[in-house]
């Protein structure tokens, strides 16, 4: 069984990511994709003829197969594990169904606050979820120390939505109504959330995580007073929670990413939440990120500048890295990959970070020095 696995894990090769997000000095800057184990990959395509979506997420040698495809396809600096960020209303005890052609669909969403009482508040997600902590003890085996490893869940306001709109929206109307007219119920399920999202990340770092994440990819839809009220306190209780949980269990401190798509507006006060590193959406203008940030951050090249040809990209990338500059930055894009991206580009998008900042360190540009 992969849960009885010796957790004597190889020796990591490459910690640039873990140094970039700590602050130390690194070679080069460190990069990786999010959603770069997916549709965009051919290999991937293979898996899933014969495995739907949750089949792959629930199973520990499907997941982790999936996760090592782009480390073998490109010169990545971390692996992320190939789940999903609905397990955890999954967990809850509401159903999900991916259906092609159109994303996650929930057959029976919560339609009032008398709903929230349906869930599984109490859930133990170390073993609900326990498929998830056996493919990432499984795939930081198989990537034999290549690269570090990065767990992730998606964030308390994020998966509200999902869970009350039934599916992905455009406007979060239905979410957004339960704040105006039940503020006191909607904080109750996102204490909910949060605590079941907190103990989830933490067995990711006991599994084996070297590395988490927390996608709070629907922030775009709260402006600044919305955000302040009902996002920006879970996602520090998270990481406090986090913190904490890893020092009872004597279980070493892991760096920790917040990415809050759309939520331009409060980058300083998200800086302060006990992250180390602050992801970007691609609207984030890199010298203003560096102004309000203290901290680390990561991104954030548009997803469909992957579109544009070659040489055009490459400039693209070399001037992200420019603007960011080498020190406390880690690239990325500014959200998840599309399905229908040439690899090439991929490839592209990460050999150009690497030669571009490894240009700017062995010419001793002073910009490099800028984020100390």
Known sequence: MVHKMNKKFPLLKNDLILRAARGE??????????????RYLSEYQEVRKSNDFFTI??????????????????DLDAAIIFSDILVIPQALGLEVIMKPGVGPFFPEPLISPKDI??????????????????????????????????GFSGAPWTLMGYMIEGGGSK????????????????????????????????????????????????????????FEEFCISYLQEIALSVRKGLAERQVP??????????AYHSIAKISYTGYDVVGLDWTVDPNIARDFCHIAVQGNLDPCALYAP????????????????????????????????????VKTFVDT???VSEEIMNKGDPFNQLYT
């Open 25 to 38: 000095v690194v070679e080069r800057v460190p990069v990786w994709v999010m959603r770069q184990a997916g």
């Open 57 to 74: 997420c629930q199973t520990p040698e499907l997941a982790c197969e999936v996760t090592l495809q782009p480390i073998r396809r490109f």
């Open 117 to 150: 009482d349906k869930l599984d508040a109490e859930v133990d997600v170390s073993t609900k979820l326990k498929y998830v902590y056996d493919a990432i003890t499984l795939t930081r085996h198989s990537l034999e120390g290549k690269v570090p490893l990065i």
């Open 171 to 226: 406007t979060m109307s239905k979410t957004k109504k339960w704040l105006y007219t039940c503020p006191e119920e909607s904080h109750r399920l996102l204490k909910i959330i949060t605590r079941v999202v907190s103990d989830y990340l933490i067995q990711q770092a006991i599994a084996g995580a070297q590395m988490l994440q927390v996608f709070e990819s629907s922030a775009e839809y709260l402006g600044p007073e919305l």
């Open 253 to 262: 401190d892991v760096p920790m990413i917040v990415f809050a798509k759309g």
């Open 310 to 345: 070659k040489e055009e990209l490459t400039e693209k990338v070399a001037e992200m890295v420019r603007q960011f500059g080498v020190r406390n930055y880690i690239a990325n894009l500014g959200h998840g990959i599309y399905p229908d991206m040439d690899p090439e580009s």
């Open 353 to 355: 970070v690497h030669r």
